[in-house]
């Protein structure tokens, strides 16, 4: 799981993960068992726990980032075994080593420590967030259990709202909008994000590539319930929309008349010139 706090990031990324008996089956010199604290077990006591067919599988598979998680594989893989805190909490660890990208250089940078100094150097040299290009780029393992966020680039324009984006606050968890519209980045970017990428999909699918105006049209319906250019989205911000189309496979032919390309697949090509065409533009 992720400890999330504030920070120039919006969200300092701690993983924890639970690996089942790192240490064996056995602990204090083999005096008890890891994973009930029977004492003195003999091996065919643990042997009842399916200690080697655990052992034998990669690492990956035997750790959890989710207590829970740790919980059902013991139940599962480890004949209703129960979580054991004298014992298993040792098995708990805190991954620094994470992977990400530095967004005002590009550096790749290998570790949190890392991560930490590299832009403290930055904001020495007087950078703010609002030089901000792109995304952190985790990696996917990583990626996958990042809650309660925003992109690095909407920090400024967050931070100049009436009611700023706060990891630790729990009115700005990602929810669905209800049906008076919601305009916060902090509670409907992620909403807004998968609806309009089924969006994209859905028209790709049926041989058209959805313009600039199209996805931002269909946006402000998603927040609004209806499209009046009045009301403005995170798809009128020409970073996120940017950003949005990198994510769903669109790349940008003619940003006069925000015509779009899908990437995704051999007919992008036809597809293009069918929305060329379709917009009195062919």
Same mark, same amino acid.
């Given at each position: 799981?992720?400890?999330?706090?504030? /920070?120039?990031?919006?969200?300092?990324?701690?993983?924890?993960?639970?690996?089942?008996?790192?240490?064996? @089956?056995?602990?204090?010199?083999?005096?008890?068992?890891?994973?009930?604290?029977?004492?003195? &077990?003999?091996?065919?006591?643990?042997?009842?726990?399916?200690?080697?067919?655990?052992?034998?599988?990669?690492?990956?598979?035997?750790?959890?980032?989710?207590?829970?998680?740790?919980?059902?594989?013991?139940?599962?893989?480890?004949?209703?075994?129960?979580?054991?805190? &004298?014992?298993?909490?040792?098995?708990?660890?805190?991954?620094?080593?994470?992977?990400? %990208?530095?967004?005002?250089?590009? +550096?790749?940078?290998?570790?949190? /420590?890392?991560?930490?100094?590299?832009?403290?150097?930055?904001?020495?040299?007087?950078?703010?967030?609002?030089?901000? #290009?792109?995304?952190?780029?985790?990696? @996917?393992? #990583?990626?996958?259990?990042?809650?309660?966020?925003? @992109?690095?680039?909407?920090? #400024?324009?967050?931070?100049? /709202?009436?009611? &700023?984006?706060?990891?630790?606050?729990?009115?700005?968890?990602?929810?669905?909008?209800?049906?008076?519209?919601? /305009?916060?980045?902090?509670?409907?970017?992620?909403?807004?994000?998968?609806?309009?990428?089924?969006?994209?999909?859905?028209?790709?699918?049926?041989?058209?590539?959805?313009?600039?105006?199209?996805?931002?049209?269909?946006?402000?319906?998603? #927040?609004?319930?209806?499209?009046?250019?009045?009301?403005?989205?995170?798809?009128?911000? &020409?970073?996120?929309?940017?950003?949005?189309?990198?994510?769903?496979?669109?790349?940008?032919?003619?940003?006069?008349?925000?015509?779009? +390309?899908?990437?995704?697949?051999?007919? %992008?090509?036809? %597809?293009?010139?069918?929305?060329?065409?379709?917009?009195?533009?062919?």
């Amino acid at each position: 799981m992720f400890l999330v706090f504030g /920070t120039s990031d919006q969200a300092l990324l701690l993983l924890r993960s639970n690996r089942c008996t790192p240490h064996g @089956p056995t602990q204090n010199g083999g005096a008890s068992c890891a994973f009930c604290g029977h004492q003195q &077990p003999d091996s065919q006591h643990l042997e009842s726990h399916n200690y080697m067919f655990c052992a034998e599988q990669p690492a990956q598979e035997r750790t959890f980032y989710r207590k829970d998680h740790l919980s059902q594989h013991l139940r599962l893989a480890h004949n209703e075994c129960k979580f054991h805190a &004298p014992t298993m909490e040792s098995w708990i660890s805190f991954d620094h080593e994470i992977q990400s %990208r530095c967004g005002f250089c590009d +550096a790749r940078l290998m570790s949190w /420590t890392e991560r930490v100094e590299h832009l403290a150097a930055h904001f020495k040299q007087a950078k703010t967030m609002d030089d901000w #290009v792109g995304e952190h780029e985790f990696e @996917p393992y #990583v990626e996958q259990f990042v809650q309660n966020s925003i @992109p690095p680039w909407l920090i #400024v324009m967050e931070k100049n /709202t009436l009611d &700023p984006f706060s990891a630790s606050n729990a009115s700005h968890v990602t929810q669905a909008p209800n049906q008076s519209g919601l /305009t916060s980045t902090t509670i409907c970017i992620q909403y807004l994000e998968e609806k309009l990428g089924s969006f994209v999909k859905t028209q790709v699918s049926q041989g058209h590539v959805p313009t600039d105006k199209e996805i931002q049209s269909h946006a402000r319906v998603l #927040v609004y319930e209806y499209d009046d250019p009045w009301n403005q989205t995170e798809a009128d911000l &020409p970073r996120w929309l940017d950003q949005f189309k990198k994510k769903v496979g669109l790349i940008t032919v003619s940003a006069t008349h925000g015509l779009n +390309a899908y990437i995704g697949d051999d007919g %992008r090509l036809e %597809r293009y010139k069918s929305s060329r065409i379709s917009d009195g533009l062919g």
